[in-house]
C-alpha cells in the first residue's frame, strides 16, 4: 500500500502531489485551518510509495487504483481532492471514475492532454534521467518557480528528495503523463466541480490559455507572485483559498 498521512478531524480531502515531490510538499501550507480530515498520500515511486506496476504501458490509471486502495482502507465514504501538477491529472481520473469525490482542487495543474512537443520531451526526460539524472533535476526544479533566486533554500531541499526517486519512478511517471486523457469535455459539462488554483508566473501553464478553457471565472484563483509552486511562493495564499472553497 501506498505511503499516507492522515491530519486533522472532519470531511476527508485528499492531497496528492506532483512530478518528483512527495507527500511532504504540503508541509509549507498550515493544512490546520483547513477544515477537513487531510488524508496526504505518496504517489507509487515518490517518497516512501514503492512503484510496483505489473502493466505494460506507464498509466496514471495505476497511480489512481493505489490511492483508491489507500481511500479504502481508510474506510472513506465521501471526499474532496486537491491535486499539484501531475497530482491534478490523476484527480481528474478519480474524479471521474469514484463518485465519492466531490469537489476537485487543481494547483498549478490543467486538464488536456500533451501536445504533440510535450509528449516527445516526455520521452526525452524519460531517457534522460537514465544517463543524467542529476543534470534533469537540477535543470527542471528551479524552472517551477516564478522567481528562483528567492527560493534557494527551497529549491535545494527538492532537489535532494527528487534525487532519492529512482530513474525508473521518474521515467515510469514522466512516461504515464504523456499518456494520459483530456478532460476538457468534462470540464466544461461539469465546471462547478472544478477549481482552479494557479501561478500568474507559471512557466508550465500559460495562464491565459488555461483562463480561456474555464468557462466560470468564480472557480478560477490567480496567485500573483507565484510559479508553478504556488503552495512554496505564496503558502498563505493557498491556505486563503482552500478555506474558501471548503
Known amino acids: 500500500m501506498l505511503n499516507f498521512q492522515v491530519k486533522g478531524e472532519g470531511k476527508p480531502i485528499v492531497f496528492l502531489h506532483g512530478f518528483l515531490e512527495s507527500l ?3 508541509s509549507y501550507l498550515h493544512l490546520e485551518k483547513i477544515p477537513g480530515k487531510c488524508i496526504l498520500i505518496d504517489l507509487p515511486g515518490h517518497g516512501q510509495s514503492d512503484l510496483m506496476d505489473p ?7 495505476f497511480m489512481v487504483d493505489e ?4 481511500l479504502s482502507y481508510l474506510s472513506v465514504d465521501s ?4 491535486g499539484h501538477s501531475m497530482g491534478g491529472y490523476i484527480g481528474l481520473i478519480l474524479k471521474a471514475k469514484d463518485k465519492r469525490c466531490e469537489k476537485l482542487v487543481l494547483v498549478n495543474s490543467n486538464f488536456w492532454s500533451d501536445s504533440e512537443q510535450k509528449k516527445k520531451d516526455r520521452i526525452r526526460i524519460a531517457d534522460l534521467v537514465f544517463k543524467a539524472k542529476q543534470l534533469f533535476i537540477h535543470e527542471a526544479i528551479p524552472n517551477l518557480f516564478g522567481k528562483p533566486e528567492y527560493f534557494e533554500l527551497e529549491i535545494q531541499e527538492l532537489k535532494k ?3 532519492k526517486m529512482l530513474p525508473e519512478s521518474i521515467a515510469y511517471a514522466s512516461l504515464a503523463m504523456r499518456n494520459r486523457k483530456d478532460f476538457s469535455k468534462e470540464i466544461q459539462l461539469h465546471p462547478y466541480n472544478y477549481f482552479f488554483i494557479h501561478g500568474k508566473l507559471d512557466r508550465l501553464i500559460e495562464t491565459d490559455y488555461l483562463k480561456s478553457k474555464i468557462d ?3 472557480n478560477f484563483f490567480l496567485i500573483e507572485n507565484a510559479g508553478h509552486m504556488a503552495h512554496i511562493e505564496q503558502p498563505q495564499k493557498v491556505v486563503e483559498i482552500l478555506e474558501l472553497i471548503f
Do not use: I, R
Open 24 to 26: 511532504s510538499m504540503w
Open 161 to 163: 528528495e527528487a534525487m
Open 79 to 82: 471526499y474532496n481532492l486537491v
Open 67 to 70: 490511492v483508491l486502495e489507500v
Open 55 to 61: 502493466s505494460e504501458e506507464p498509466n496514471l490509471e
Open 216 to 218: 466560470l471565472d468564480t
